[in-house]
């Protein structure tokens, strides 16, 4: 049983920056399982935002290249999303989630390889 927790959420204007984190725990889980972070903004859909894989290859979806950042804290057991110059569009509620083993060197993680999610932060960007 793997347990996730973000924090780091809030509200900002648009251009501004937060830092998510996801701290997760549990006996089964280790530093190469896949992690990464969904949101789902007001009347979406959840999508994938960014990935990390086991080797630490990290994908975005186009929306948020250049703006964002996915990132491990092995020693923490923490992820972290970096996100700068944010927009309107990004205000989403934003989850956290991991699953086991495995390679994505060039494209996002799909949502069915992950098993275990986070009860999410909220992101909200005023325009």
């Known amino acids: 049983q793997v347990q996730l927790v973000e924090s780091g959420g809030g509200s900002v204007q648009a251009g501004g920056s937060l830092r998510l984190s996801c701290v997760a725990s549990g006996h089964t889980y280790t530093n190469y399982f896949v992690m990464g972070w969904f949101r789902r903004c007001p009347g979406k859909e959840r999508e994938v935002v960014a990935s990390?894989?086991?080797?630490?290859?990290?994908n975005y979806i186009d929306s948020v290249k250049g703006r964002f950042t996915i990132s491990k804290d092995y020693a923490k057991k923490t992820l972290y999303l970096q996100m700068n110059n944010l927009k309107p569009e990004d205000t989403a509620m934003y989850y956290c989630?991991?699953?086991?083993?495995?390679?994505?060197?060039?494209?996002?993680?799909?949502?069915?390889?992950?098993?275990?999610w986070g009860q999410g932060t909220q992101v909200t960007v005023s325009s």
């Open positions: 990390i894989d086991s080797d630490l290859n990290t």
């Open positions: 989630a991991t699953g086991g083993y495995a390679i994505w060197r060039t494209s996002l993680i799909p949502e069915a390889a992950y098993s275990s």
